[in-house]
């Protein structure tokens, strides 16, 4: 028998990538799907579609942060937004999305960057150094 070989994905190049919590314990009135519909045109005007600071946008069914939504998670930055009306994700767009600097009073996490110092800090399990060498 012969498995039928997995095709690789691609995906074209970006600079973000977007998520927004589409479950109903985010906003039980749809707000968040209705936020994740307009991006589209959100993004087109302001230049995000295509190019060096292209976006790409994903839904997540939940982020088990189920208050004050609807939420997003901005990545690889790993900072997350809440109360992400359409006025704040223009604010995002504008400031974050394009101007690269995060929109302060709307987060409510960030994630810390590779480049902290305990980056790379996981507990590795050793092998104890022995003295099986020769004295």
Not at 21 to 32: I, K, L, M, N, Q
Not at 56 to 78: E, L, M, N, W, Y
Not at 82 to 96: A, F
Not at 114 to 125: I, K, R, S
């Amino acid at each position: 028998m012969s498995e039928t070989p997995v095709i690789k994905p691609k995906i074209g190049e970006y600079r973000r990538h977007i998520l927004v919590c589409t479950g109903e314990r985010c906003t039980s009135d749809g707000a968040s799907q209705v936020l994740f519909d307009s991006l589209g045109d959100k993004f087109k005007a302001a230049g995000l579609t295509a190019g060096p600071l292209r976006v790409k946008r994903t839904r997540a069914s939940c982020f088990a942060a189920c208050k004050g939504g609807p939420i997003v998670c901005v990545q690889p930055d790993g900072t997350w937004y809440y109360n992400v009306t359409p006025e704040n994700m223009d604010r995002i767009i504008e400031q974050h999305l394009c101007g690269g600097k995060p929109v302060e009073d709307l987060v409510f996490h960030q994630a810390q960057s590779p480049d902290d110092e305990d980056a790379g800090a996981c507990a590795v399990a050793q092998a104890p150094q022995g003295s099986g060498g020769n004295a």
